[in-house]
């Protein structure tokens, strides 16, 4: 996601939720019943501790920026079976939840439209 979209989207899927919706901020501690939309241009993780951690300096890892592997993967080493995941795509592919941790209890993917051929 581009760095300029993220805070007005988090801003706008507020709208249309019950829960809390928010750009996630550097050592931010995590909290109950909150949607942390990743900051465009840096990677997501949750450090051992429970606190987000952003990440400029990586650049694309596998082709993407912010990349969900690398926030689910962190987030499976902190919350385990405890951790469910929504991910809202563009694109109509199961692939990335394939390879998330078998760690985590759940995830979802939400295509908003099919894959280009």
Not at 37 to 53: D, E, F, M, N, Y
Not at 71 to 94: D, K, Q
Request: charged letters at 15%.
């Amino acid at each position: 996601m581009p760095a300029a979209f993220t805070t007005q989207y988090a801003a706008q899927l507020a709208e249309f939720t019950e829960i809390r919706v928010k750009e996630a901020e550097a050592n931010e501690s995590l909290q109950p019943g909150t949607l942390y939309i990743c900051p465009g241009g840096q990677h997501l993780r949750v450090t051992p501790t429970g606190r987000i951690q952003l990440d400029g300096a990586s650049g694309r890892i596998s082709g993407y920026l912010p990349n969900i592997d690398v926030t689910m993967e962190s987030v499976a080493a902190f919350a385990g079976p405890l951790s469910i995941a929504g991910v809202l795509t563009a694109w109509a592919t199961m692939e990335p939840l394939e390879r998330w941790p078998s760690r985590t209890r759940a995830a979802w993917c939400w295509p908003r439209m099919k894959q280009p051929p």
